[in-house]
């Protein structure tokens, strides 16, 4: 079982940046895809970006493509998602997870471990 840790969310411009991680302990990265989901109130949780488990291959929704950049650190344990070019649509809970698969993949059904989440607000 790995527990995730989620951190780096805050209130941010229209326009700004922000670095959110997710700390792992009790298993490795090593050998499973990692993602980043957020719900936002009022709808379904989302996909927003995953990365497989040796870095070598990234895939992101349409919505946050080009504005948003997936890394991990698997001797740190640690995830993290560069976010660029923020919206007030991007505001909502961010969560990560580990998945099954060593490919990444977009589908929430794929994901066994889940953080708590930390919370984006981008005010416009």
């Known amino acids: 079982q790995v527990q995730l840790v989620e951190s780096g969310g805050e209130l941010v411009q229209a326009g700004g940046s922000l670095r959110l991680s997710c700390a792992a302990s009790?298993?490795?990265?090593?050998?499973?895809?990692m993602g980043w989901f957020r719900q936002a109130p009022g709808k379904e949780r989302e996909f927003v970006a995953s990365?497989?488990?040796?870095?070598?291959?990234?895939i992101y929704a349409a919505s946050v493509k080009g504005r948003f950049t997936i890394s991990k650190d698997n001797s740190k344990n640690i995830m993290y998602l560069q976010m660029n070019s923020l919206k007030p649509e991007d505001t909502a809970l961010y969560y990560c997870?580990?998945?099954?698969?060593?490919?990444?993949?977009?589908?929430?059904?794929?994901?066994?471990?889940w953080g708590q989440g930390t919370q984006v607000t981008v005010s416009s």
């Open positions: 997870a580990s998945s099954i698969w060593p490919s990444p993949t977009s589908s929430s059904k794929d994901y066994n471990n």
């Open positions: 009790g298993r490795t990265f090593s050998g499973y895809a």
């Open positions: 990365i497989a488990w040796n870095s070598y291959t990234t």
